[in-house]
């Protein structure tokens, strides 16, 4: 079993990574002294595969546990569940001696984490993350909330869970197409600050793409190291972080323009990566040889490489109602080579889509 510590002074958290850890949960959350009266919010097809595993172990530990079971879907990542979620809460009489565990992917972690977040002003959670994107990604760093129906994610706050962890195991179960799209964000972090996980990304495609146990379980460490430390220099955005969205803004556009789902977020995100490089090579700070790699590692692990055929102007309509844009002008970021990436200010945000799309 692997450790991280998440170091952010008082809310600093640790993350434990393995392999069938699921049934340790009960000693790590003694570890963290975690409330003995705890909910778990979970969907359908993650509780049924793993809820009963975590309720043994959680018992166990002396734990008094209650499991809310929300619809499994983006769709339902709303304000709708969140009141769902308020209501058992209340039914049950959580007070602030409680606490809440998400079970299930990033859809489930956000909406739980911004639940416990806002419930009685803030009750601790632990994040247990199911999905390769949730372990490497959205578990780690407080990014919490839902969607509204002008946007995603609109409505969230900043709130540090207690405790990450992660069962290399659940991945298991997990549907390849998901599997895929997890793995966008895993070569993200290679690109834009580590070109030595990257090669070895490179090295172990064979037996990530088979979910080796084993190299799973260091590409999700290393993963989520370069989070946490990006996390722990900046952890409300006020610049580096922003780093982290390599490959989103371009992304988060193909995803709208598709329709939500019709495009995995991580799919979008492999297609966004490749426009990324492709505007960074245009001004001369990454190589061919660059674009080649990153497109032939992503299209081993079958994620879209290839923008789909909007027009520029559309492209320009949804991304300019992106967060990132600052008095209409356009931060990408963009990678030097591989393994460093910086924030670009982009004035002439047509003239750049108008060069990638073709
Ligand atoms: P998801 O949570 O929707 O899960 C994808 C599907 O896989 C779901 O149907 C889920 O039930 C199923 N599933 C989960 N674990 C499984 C398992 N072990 N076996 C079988 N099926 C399993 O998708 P996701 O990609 O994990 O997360 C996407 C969400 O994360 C989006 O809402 C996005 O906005 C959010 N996100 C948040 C952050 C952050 O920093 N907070 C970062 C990136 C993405
Ligand atoms: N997923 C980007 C972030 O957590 O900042």
Redesign the pocket.
């Known amino acids: 079993m692997n450790q991280i510590v998440v170091g952010l002074g008082e809310r600093s958290y640790p993350i434990w990574i393995g392999e069938r850890i699921l049934s340790n949960v009960g000693s790590a959350l003694d570890e963290v002294d975690f409330p003995l009266k705890v909910a778990v919010v979970t ?1 359908p ?2 509780g049924d ?1 793993y809820c009963e595993q975590l309720i043994d172990t959680l018992v166990a530990s002396g734990r008094q546990v209650s499991v809310i079971r929300v619809p ?1 879907g ?1 769709e339902y ?1 709303t304000l709708e569940t969140l009141e769902n979620i308020y209501d058992v809460l209340i039914e049950r009489q959580f007070d602030r001696y409680c606490g809440i565990i998400a079970l ?7 909406l739980t984490g911004f639940a416990a977040a806002t419930y009685l002003r803030g009750l601790p959670f632990v994040q247990i993350p ?2 390769l ?2 372990q490497v ?2 578990s780690v ?1 407080g ?2 909330g839902v969607n509204h129906p002008q946007g ?2 609109l409505i969230g706050a900043f709130y540090q869970p207690k405790h990450v962890h992660i069962d290399v195991m ?2 298991e ?3 390849k197409r ?1 599997y895929s ?2 793995m966008a964000e895993v070569v993200k972090y290679g690109i834009m600050r580590d070109l030595e996980f990257f090669t070895w990304l490179e090295a172990h495609r064979e037996v990530l793409a088979g979910r080796s146990a084993e190299a799973l379980a260091y590409a999700i460490k290393r993963s989520c190291q370069i989070k946490a430390d990006v996390v722990e220099k900046d952890e409300k955005e006020q610049g580096l972080r922003a780093l982290l969205n390599l490959g989103h803004t371009f992304g988060h556009a193909v995803e709208t323009l598709a329709g939500y789902g019709v495009v995995k ?1 991580g799919e979008a995100v492999a297609i966004g990566m490749v426009m990324a490089a492709r505007a960074s090579a245009g001004i001369g700070l990454c190589s061919d040889d660059d674009i080649e790699r990153i497109v032939e590692l992503l299209t081993y692990f079958d994620l879209p490489v290839t923008p789909p055929d909007y027009s520029v102007k559309e492209y320009l309509s949804v991304m300019q109602r992106d967060k990132k844009v600052k008095d209409g002008v356009v931060r990408v970021v963009l990678n030097h080579g591989i393994g460093t990436a910086e924030l670009h200010q982009v004035e002439d945000l047509d003239k750049l889509l108008g060069e990638l799309l073709t």
Not at 104 to 110: A, T
């Open positions: 969907n097809t993650v595969l499994d983006e990542k299930g992917g990033g859809g489930i972690g956000d199911t999905t994107l949730s990604d959205s760093g990014k919490t995603k994610n659940a991945l179960t997990l549907p998901e799209s997890g977020h």
